[in-house]
């Protein structure tokens, strides 16, 4: 390929991208397949890789982020971030839509509806149409700057669209981190025992800081836009400017309304109080902003906020009751939890008599003491919180409550784990929550899937010493379980069916249900593919684990460790004697060859046999590689009808053959013969 036409199709290539971005991420109206869409990014990644003169930062392959680990640095905002008044009664709305009407007498007043996104403040830089920089909020004069991180936000147009954007502006919006990415995050955290997120806001904030852009770009943030600044505004009212601002790819809230009377100010509280709920996203209120600009300009500032707008607090729904006492419990990577255990309340409907305290820090910092009256609150989050404490509420002579220096279930020493909250029993083989809760977590359905145990029976295993550890369910028998209490043959047998059947689980699952800290199952997954076999990754260093897409240096450490454990060691091998895939199954690999291995592979025009995406498939599973374009290094063409002229042409020129389905399938059913 030549520079100038590898600079064509780099350019199309970038454009098509950050459209099908912008379709998937902002519109979430896809026109392409994920598929389609990931084979456009290799070919990008691939031509960048081979033409490096025509690198931009910008470019749509640079969303994933490295891993450079950097600190940030900081720069003056250039319009200081500042926060709006805030009221939660609706009347105080009404007085400020008559103050606004005050100070512009005889004028009309349009006043813009929007949501309060319950986020991280940022601030966005274009110049000339690019992304220059993205700030965060800071001390509202001085901010970090987050620019690599920012640009793993895939609904963040890195390059405008449309047209008509003034030649420097800033933007600025929430970024926020949606409830399903949350929830995932939360249940991956709790899953590996490490400190959940209260709420998305402090996840999104806590992503935002990370000094992993790679990981940033996994946790999945989105953002949303709510405010233009700049010398040369398209429009003169923010209204307009926002639907500018929409237009050039950002992401502004379909709920952003203007509105021209009390009532209707009124209605639209009434309204998104409840809608709000169903919304993606988690939001703390709604925010009113007077549309006009040059109205704007006349109400001006406060010391501390703008006069053109307020914001309207929505009430978390929210309960006080008596603690009663404070219990810890080991988990089973023998992290202690504190958990609140309180007088039985009803909240939202549901009654709550136990919150998670996560950690020492939020003991300390809430000042929990004996027997205090806490605030329970559930916001949109389903798992009730405790949010303070009601001082008047304290008894005379209260002490206040203290962490455990020792594990409640087996008495050692509590160890702490170096830059985290939590408090560590390190008695990992003989501590009995932590022994069962392997076991329990071993037999899950999503890891080898023994059907019948669960905690009690775990325990019961434990108690009668059939199952220490979770090689030991391997050489259970149908005598043992018949001991154990309200078992008869049929459990019996449903069990050690089970247990046959878990055999055959492949090893990626094997992997997960080992119970390795920070090893959850999509890291699992990645590592099993990577590395293939338990005893190549025995041998692995750190530097060759990190070098794995998504394995960190904490992942690295935390398997070394696991596989230096002597006990360990042992398990893995009693658990390979008795069956269990330590190995990626031929099973995985059934159908590959290396038939086409090494092969450029360039699929053109319309096919009648099977589907493009079908032919890419068989390529790849031949050892071929499918690219995007015609250039002297692809080694044939896979042609339908009706290739396009240029591509023939192309093909013609550089003399690269030209293959049809029948003759593509005859080559891999003769080849395999
Ligand atoms: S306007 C000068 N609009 O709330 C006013 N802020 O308490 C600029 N926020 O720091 C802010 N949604 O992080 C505005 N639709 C919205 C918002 C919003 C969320 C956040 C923002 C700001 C804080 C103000």
Redesign the pocket.
């Known amino acids: 390929m030549e520079a100038n036409e590898a600079r064509e199709r780099i350019e199309s290539l970038r454009r098509d991208l950050e459209r099908h971005n912008y379709n998937y991420y902002v519109l979430s109206a896809p026109e392409i397949s994920d598929r389609e869409f990931d084979r456009m990014m290799k070919e990008l990644e691939a031509l960048e890789k081979e033409w490096k003169e025509f690198d931009d930062p910008l470019s749509p392959t640079h969303r994933v982020g490295s891993d450079l680990t950097k600190g940030f640095e900081q720069v003056r905002h250039i319009y200081p ?4 008044g805030n009221t939660y009664s609706i009347g105080e709305v009404d007085d400020f839509v008559r103050r606004v009407r005050e100070a512009v007498p005889g004028e009309e007043v349009t006043i813009v509806g ?4 319950d986020g991280t ?1 940022i601030s966005l830089i274009y110049e000339d149409g690019r992304l220059v920089r993205a700030v965060t ?1 800071g001390d509202g004069a001085v901010g970090d700057v987050v620019t690599d991180n920012v640009k793993t936000i895939r609904s963040i147009p890195l390059r405008l669209a449309g047209s008509g954007w003034p030649r420097q502006f800033e933007i ?1 919006g ?1 970024i926020v981190l949606p409830w399903k990415a949350f929830d995932r995050l939360n249940e991956e955290r709790a899953f590996n025992e490490e400190p959940l997120f209260a709420n998305p806001r402090n996840a999104a904030s806590g992503t935002l800081k990370l000094q992993n852009p790679a990981e940033v770009g996994r946790r999945g943030l989105d953002a949303y836009f ?2 233009l600044l700049s010398d040369e505004l398209p429009a003169a009212t923010h209204y307009e400017n926002m639907m500018a601002a929409r237009s050039w790819g950002f992401k502004v809230s379909d709920a952003m309304t203007r509105l021209h009377t009390l009532e209707e100010v009124d209605a639209y509280i009434n309204h998104w109080d409840t809608a709000r709920k169903e919304l993606p996203v988690a939001t703390d209120g709604l ?1 009113f902003k007077v549309d006009s600009l040059r109205q704007e300009l006349n109400l001006g500032y406060t010391a501390k906020s ?1 006069r053109w ?1 307020i ?1 309207y607090k929505f009430q978390a729904e929210r309960a006080l009751t008596r603690l009663r006492f404070v219990s810890f419990e080991t988990g089973r990577i023998g992290v202690i939890t504190p958990v609140a255990n309180l007088e039985p309340v009803l909240l939202s409907g549901t009654i709550v008599k136990r919150a998670s305290l996560h950690n020492e820090d939020i003991i300390r910092t809430l000042d929990i003491h004996e027997h205090d009256m806490l605030y329970v609150e559930k916001g949109g989050e389903i798992i009730p919180k405790i949010t303070g404490v009601n001082i008047s509420g304290r008894q005379p002579g209260a002490e206040p409550v203290r962490f455990v220096t020792h594990c409640p279930a087996c008495g050692t020493a509590l160890v702490r784990v170096e830059g985290e909250a939590s408090w560590i029993c390190p008695n990992r083989y003989g501590c009995v929550p932590q022994i069962t809760g392997r076991v329990e977590h071993f037999v899950g359905r999503r890891m080898m899937n023994i059907d019948g145990i669960g905690e009690e029976t775990s325990e019961a295993l434990f108690a009668s010493g059939f199952v220490k550890d979770i090689a030991d369910l391997y050489s259970l028998t149908r005598e043992q379980l018949l001991t154990l209490e309200g078992f008869g043959e049929r459990s019996a047998e449903r069990i050690l069916q089970g247990i046959e059947d878990s055999k055959a689980v492949p090893f990626e699952r094997v992997l997960y249900a080992l119970s390795i800290p920070f090893v959850g199952e999509t890291v699992a997954k990645k590592l099993a593919r990577s590395v293939r076999s338990m005893d190549r990754l025995m041998e692995m260093s750190v530097e060759e684990l990190t070098a794995i897409d998504d394995i960190g240096p904490r992942i690295a450490e935390s398997l070394k460790d696991y596989l230096a454990a002597p006990a360990n060691l042992r398990i893995i091998e009693r658990l390979c004697d008795a069956g269990v895939q330590m190995a990626v199954g031929s099973e995985s690999d059934e159908g590959r060859t290396e038939l086409l291995a090494g092969k450029s592979i360039v699929i053109s025009g319309v096919f009648n046999l099977h589907s493009r995406d079908e032919y890419k498939e068989m390529i790849e599973r031949n050892g071929g590689k499918n690219v995007g374009s015609i250039s002297k290094k692809t080694d044939f063409v896979l042609a339908g009808a009706n290739m396009g002229p240029s591509k023939l042409e192309k093909a013609q020129k550089l003399g690269i053959p030209i293959v049809d389905e029948e003759a593509f399938l005859a080559m891999l059913s003769t080849a395999a013969e």
């Open positions: 971030m500042l926060s709006l929007e949501m309060k996104f403040s909020r600025r929430e709510y405010y925010v703008p707008a914001a």
